[in-house]
T-cell receptor
Framework: SQTIHQWPATLVQPVGSPLSLECTVEGTSNPNLYWYRQAAGRGLQLLFYSVGIGQISSEVPQNLSASRPQDRQFILSSKKLLLSDSGFYLC????????????FGAGTRLSVL | QQQVKQSPQSLIVQKGGISIINCAYENTAFDYFPWYQQFPGKGPALLIAIRPDVSEKKEGRFTISFNKSAKQFSLHIMDSQPGDSATYFCAASGSGTYKYIFGTGTRLKVLA
């Protein structure tokens, strides 16, 4: 069976510090991978998605970047965090086929102070 | 054209009542409409989904009604229970993209 791991679960970082959130998927190959941000009481904003190793598409201009160094690994990074980067970050994957289900990780709660 | 509008933003229902959440879309190329359920501090999980070739899909107490001509779809939760208290998101995909367009979410509270 397929599983998605996301860590850390919670993170408190000072403004200006770097960020690295990691997501890995097990039990499948060539997944599409996604990073979403969910601000408190708001919907899911797609930040990045990837259809293959090294292929990253950015949905919104921002202080964040994403990388996919391996087939089932997706990393969300920042060189200098802003207060506005606080939120709940979710990684998701799907099988890369049309009309397919996206499966979400448990999320990372990031607080930038 | 790429938006999915979801309402209401929040909903309070008595135990045993019917919860109804509505979504509307503009892009007629969308052809897959899932609903996700999210509990506090957790990631969303697929609840039920529908394709536009059917007008209704039922799974247990959860039903999606789909109106292709009106470009609307809704989630009905019958016999709502306190354990159904969560945030519900509708979404749409299609038009040659893998991406989902999510609604803004509905926070449901079912009173015991």
């Amino acid at each position: 069976s397929q599983t998605i791991h996301q860590w850390p679960a919670t993170l408190v970082q000072p403004v200006g510090s770097p960020l690295s959130l990691e997501c890995t998927v097990e039990g499948t190959s060539n997944p599409n991978l996604y990073w979403y941000r969910q601000a408190a009481g708001r919907g899911l904003q797609l930040l990045f998605y990837s259809v293959g190793i090294g292929q990253i598409s950015s949905e919104v201009p921002q202080n964040l970047s994403a990388s996919r160094p391996q087939d089932r690994q997706f990393i969300l990074s920042s060189k200098k965090l802003l207060l506005s980067d606080s939120g709940f970050y979710l990684c998701a994957w799907d099988r890369g086929l049309a009309k397919n289900i996206q499966y979400f990780g448990a999320g990372t709660r990031l607080s930038v102070l | 054209q790429q938006q999915v509008k979801q309402s209401p933003q929040s909903l309070i229902v008595q135990k045993g009542g019917i919860s109804i959440i509505n979504c509307a879309y503009e892009n007629t190329a969308f052809d897959y409409f899932p609903w996700y359920q999210q509990f506090p501090g957790k990631g969303p999980a697929l609840l039920i989904a529908i394709r536009p070739d059917v007008s209704e899909k039922k799974e247990g107490r959860f039903t999606i009604s789909f109106n292709k001509s009106a470009k609307q779809f809704s989630l009905h939760i019958m016999d709502s229970q306190p354990g159904d208290s969560a945030t519900y998101f509708c979404a749409a995909s299609g038009s040659g993209t893998y991406k989902y367009i999510f609604g803004t979410g509905t926070r449901l509270k079912v009173l015991a």
